[in-house]
């Protein structure tokens, strides 16, 4: 049988570093859609105050299997 995937954008953060700010992302997204399947990294930002880095995002965008009912 043929599949169907959506893609979305989804934005993670996290003060320790970019990939546990992409792994948030997608953690959280799992608890709302089912089968995902890829995540791919579109951007990569950090939010500063005083100079210093207080957070890091990252921008990704999400595929899912789209059920055909």
Do not use: C, T
């Not at 890829?38 to 100079?51: P, S, T, Y």
């Amino acid at each position: 049988m043929d599949s169907v995937y959506k893609v979305i954008e989804i934005i993670g953060s996290s003060v320790k570093s970019w990939e546990d700010a992409a792994k948030n992302a997608v953690e959280a997204a799992a608890k709302s859609l089912q089968e995902l399947r890829v995540a791919e990294v579109k951007e990569m930002d950090m939010r500063l105050e005083n100079g210093k880095v207080v957070e890091y995002r990252v921008k990704l965008s999400v595929s899912f299997k789209y059920k055909l009912d």
